[in-house]
């Protein structure tokens, strides 16, 4: 592996306890980063930061916080000269029950972030914004140069940042802003309780026990599935691209359509090969939610171009390695 000039470096990742936020933690770590994770466990997992800390010791430090928290916020992101931000209420679902909520931790909590990385000298930020900002959009594969439309509190404030970053520019000239839009991102230790790409943890899960999963509608709809080794290397590519990327948001998607009947059939395909669970059934067909959008994909042409970022771990890849992280390694417990 070839290290760069970032190695050594300090990252702060908020939302370290989550998901995405728990898997780049390792990747910058297996690169040779310190990393400060910080969270409060609003959707985020003892479990995720116990690994971390048991598989990376003194690399990988961890401060519960909340980033509202300004006097926490500071103190702990101080010293640290690139910041990832992922910490966010992540369900739409609830950012309409909750509106204000979610406004709260996804606008406010990323106006903190930023402004608490300025004022601590970092010198790069990378946040997390989502594809929900296009809204129903027919030009596909979505560009960034689309009009974005939210349709929900949570998309709204993932627009808000997008708007903030460019904003607060001229009151942060020195550090260096990428926003990332991520698509449907899956991956061990992806919690299948929660939204987005949740169907494949799901699926997994009932499939291994030999339950009937649920597909709604016909099997044709399609998402853009991306592996979360993507995202990290996505993050860590926004901050090499330096001033190319600067101010900048992109897509990071596989640019590949994938319909719900394919993605059973590779799911199946990787359970069998990863000896996993010995009888599929087929999914149970149920109406396509109304307000859902049917196909969705994006292209991952700027963010090639600007920062030379490409998918390297396709679907079929993605799902062997999240069964042999995360499935495999619990059935030999
Ligand atoms: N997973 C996807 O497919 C996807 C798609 C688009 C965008 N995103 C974005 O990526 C980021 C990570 O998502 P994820 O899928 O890992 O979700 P996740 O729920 O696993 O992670 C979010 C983390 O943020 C933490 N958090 C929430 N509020 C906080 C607060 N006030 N202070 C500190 N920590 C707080 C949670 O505890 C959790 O650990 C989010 O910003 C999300 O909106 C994810």
Redesign the pocket.
């Known amino acids: 592996m070839t290290h760069n000039t970032q190695a050594q470096e300090r990252w702060f990742v908020?939302?370290?306890?989550?998901?995405?936020?728990s898997n780049l933690c390792a990747f910058l770590i297996e690169r040779g980063a310190k990393v400060v994770g910080?969270?409060?466990?609003?959707?985020?997992?003892h479990e995720?930061v116990e690994r971390l800390l048991n598989t990376y010791g003194e690399d990988f430090t961890f401060i519960e916080?909340?980033?509202?928290d300004e006097a926490s916020l500071h103190s702990a992101i101080s010293g640290c000269e690139r910041v990832a931000?992922?910490?966010?209420?992540?369900s739409v679902m609830r950012s309409i029950d909750l509106s204000e909520e979610t406004h709260d931790?996804?606008t406010t909590?990323f106006l903190r972030v930023i402004e608490a990385a300025a004022k601590q000298n970092a010198s790069s930020l990378v946040?997390?914004?989502?594809?929900?900002v296009y809204g129903e959009n027919d030009a596909l594969p979505l560009s960034e140069d689309e009009r974005p439309c939210p349709m929900s509190p949570?998309a709204a404030s993932?627009l808000a940042n997008e708007a903030y970053a460019s904003g607060m520019s001229v009151k942060a000239p020195e550090l260096n802003v990428v926003g990332l839009?991520?698509?449907?991102?899956?991956g061990a230790w992806?919690?299948a309780a929660?939204?987005?790409?949740a169907v494949i943890p799901k699926w997994i899960d009932l499939l291994i026990e030999g339950k009937r999963p649920v597909m709604f509608g016909d099997g044709s709809a399609t998402r853009d599935f991306c592996h979360v080794e993507n995202v990290c290397n996505a993050i860590w590519k926004a901050v090499l691209a330096g001033e190319a990327a600067n101010g900048k948001v992109f897509n990071v998607a596989s640019g590949v359509p994938t319909r719900l009947d394919r993605l059973y059939e590779l799911i199946v395909e990787a359970l069998v090969n990863a000896k996993l669970g010995s009888n599929y059934p087929e999914p149970e067909k149920q109406d396509w939610r109304v307000g859902e959008i049917l196909h969705s994909y994006g292209s991952p042409k700027q963010a090639k171009e600007m920062m030379d970022f490409a998918v390297e771990v396709s679907l079929q890849e993605g799902l062997q390695r999240m069964l042999s992280t995360q499935y495999c390694q619990n059935t030999n417990n």
């Open positions: 908020t939302g370290a306890a989550g998901f995405i936020g910080y969270d409060n466990f609003f959707s985020g997992k995720n916080g909340d980033i509202l931000h992922l910490a966010a209420q992540v931790i996804n909590g946040y997390a914004s989502s594809c929900a949570y993932k839009r991520f698509f449907n991102i899956f992806q919690d929660n939204g987005y790409a």
